[in-house]
C-alpha cells in the first residue's frame, strides 16, 4: 500500500520556523522527484516546491524562495521542507507529492497555521 505521511505542522508566530516531514513508503522512493504543494484557506493548489530523484536538484516557487528549503534522506524514505521566516500568508494545509508537475501520490496532509 502507498502511503505518504506528512507531520510537523502546527501554530507558529510570524517569523517562525517549523520542519514538514514526509515519510513514503510502499512505492520505489528513490525514483521520483518529489513535490511539497500546499492549499490556502479557500484558494486552488499551489505549488512550493520540488526536489529530483538525486537530491541534487531543487525548486521553489517565487512566493517562498529563500525562505524555504526542500531535502531528502533517501535512506530514510523521508522528504522535508524546512520554513523559515513564515508569514501570515504561508498559512495552508501542507502536501507531499510523489513527482513535479504530475503527481502519482499524494499524502493527507498537514496543517500550518501562521497567526500572532
Known amino acids: 500500500e502507498v502511503q505518504l505521511v506528512e507531520s510537523g505542522g502546527g501554530l507558529v508566530q510570524p517569523g517562525g520556523s517549523l520542519r514538514l516531514s514526509c515519510a513514503a513508503s510502499?512505492?520505489?522512493?528513490?525514483?521520483?522527484?518529489m513535490s511539497w504543494v500546499r492549499q490556502a484557506p479557500g484558494k486552488g493548489l499551489e505549488w512550493v516546491s520540488g526536489i529530483n530523484s538525486g537530491g541534487d536538484y531543487t525548486s521553489y516557487a517565487d512566493s517562498v524562495k529563500g525562505r524555504f528549503t526542500i531535502s531528502r534522506d533517501s535512506a530514510k524514505n523521508t522528504v522535508f521542507l524546512q520554513m523559515n521566516s513564515l508569514k501570515p500568508e504561508d498559512t495552508a494545509v501542507y502536501y507531499c507529492?510523489?513527482?513535479?508537475?504530475?503527481?502519482?501520490?499524494w499524502g493527507r496532509g498537514t496543517q500550518v497555521t501562521v497567526s500572532s
Open positions: 507529492a510523489a513527482g513535479i508537475t504530475t503527481y502519482d501520490y
Open positions: 510502499g512505492f520505489t522512493f528513490n525514483a521520483y522527484a
